[in-house]
Each structure stands twice: as structure tokens, then as C-alpha cells.
């Protein structure tokens, strides 16, 4: 599931810069089967991994592409809808300069999938 906002399309990729894009076991072991090893192109930060930023944007951001655009992360397809936890709820990030791109309806369906991947990092719905 993805939400479809086609990031190739409007050329944008201010969401790679300073990410902290919180990855399952599921992704690290997609982006593993393409060659990449776990400890080049993500972290650990309080037992969670996350990719790794180089010199400010993701590791896999390359000439202002997403070299795994096709394989990204469950957390990279759906966005701009993220988790708002104080709310229990899925909101769309006004960060994402095309975010007005995003109706309603896209929304409910990311975030069941959204919730899904959140509890496969923590475990449970924080």
C-alpha cells in the first residue's frame, strides 16, 4: 500500500533530508536482498532502527533520488501520512510540500496500514 503521492513525479524529496524513518525487520530484510548490509544504511536509536542520514539526507538518496525508490521502506511509501500519537491517529505531515495532494479517503486506507507497520517495530500502538 502506498498513498501514491509520486515524489518522482514533482521532483521533491524534502522528506530524505534529516529522516528518522523508523524501519520493521520486514524492510531491513528487503533492502538486504538487494546488497545492502543493515549496518551501512541504518542506526539503532533506543532499540529502534532507523536509516542512517549521510551528510544530512538518506543514504539512499542519490542526485536527489531514492536509489531503492521501488524496495523503500513501508514508512516511505506511506508518507506523508504519519502517526500522531497523542491523537491515536493517522494526520498528513504539512512538512511535505505536496501534501494537499492527499484526500481523505487515501488517508483511511494508509492508516490502517500504518498502524500495522508501527506495531511490527514496537510491538504494540503507542
Known sequence: MEVRLDCLKYGCCE??????MQLSEEDIRKIEQLGYKRDDFSMEIDGV???KNVNGSCYFLKRGMC???NS???GCRLYPVIYHVDNKKAVIDDFCPHSENIN???LKRAERVL???????YGFLP
Open 49 to 51: 532502527r532507523v536509516l
Open 72 to 74: 523503500r521502506p513501508v
Open 15 to 20: 522528506c530524505c533530508k534529516d529522516t528518522k
Open 104 to 106: 481523505q479517503e487515501l
Open 115 to 121: 498502524i500495522k507497520h508501527i506495531i511490527k517495530i
Open 67 to 69: 536509489s531503492i525508490y
